[in-house]
């Protein structure tokens, strides 16, 4: 038996609505992946800069403003010399 018009009108939507969340799930994973990237960059950058140069990281420490920016490296020292890898 041939669906009526409501029938494939219905079936349309359906696909539709599918269609928009695998959309969205698409563009949350990719959010996902930039942040990683973000994350593992920003990870490496800061390894470098704390193995190369440890007097502007003590600068930049002791210049920040934000309480949980401070907080963040309450207790933390860098490594030292002997523990750095080049």
Same mark, same amino acid.
């Given at each position: 038996m041939?669906?009526? $018009? @409501?029938?494939?009108?219905e079936?349309?939507? @359906? !696909?539709?609505?599918e269609?928009?969340?695998? &959309? !969205?799930?698409?563009k *949350?994973? %990719?959010? @996902?992946?930039? %942040?990683?990237a ?5 990870a =490496?950058?800061?390894?470098?800069? =704390? ?5 502007? &990281?003590?600068?930049? &420490? /002791? /210049?920040?403003? %934000?309480?949980?920016d *401070?907080?963040?490296f /309450?207790?933390?020292?860098?490594? /030292? $010399?002997?523990?750095? *890898?080049?």
């Open positions: 041939a669906k009526t $018009t @409501q029938e494939k009108l079936e349309a939507e @359906q !696909k539709a609505r269609a928009m969340h695998r &959309v !969205k799930s698409l *949350v994973e %990719r959010s @996902q992946e930039r %942040r990683r973000d994350g593992h960059r920003k =490496i950058l800061g390894g470098w800069l =704390i193995a190369n140069h440890p007097e502007l &990281v003590t600068k930049i &420490v /002791s /210049s920040l403003k %934000r309480e949980q *401070v907080a963040a /309450s207790g933390w020292t860098l490594p /030292s $010399t002997c523990d750095r *890898v080049k």
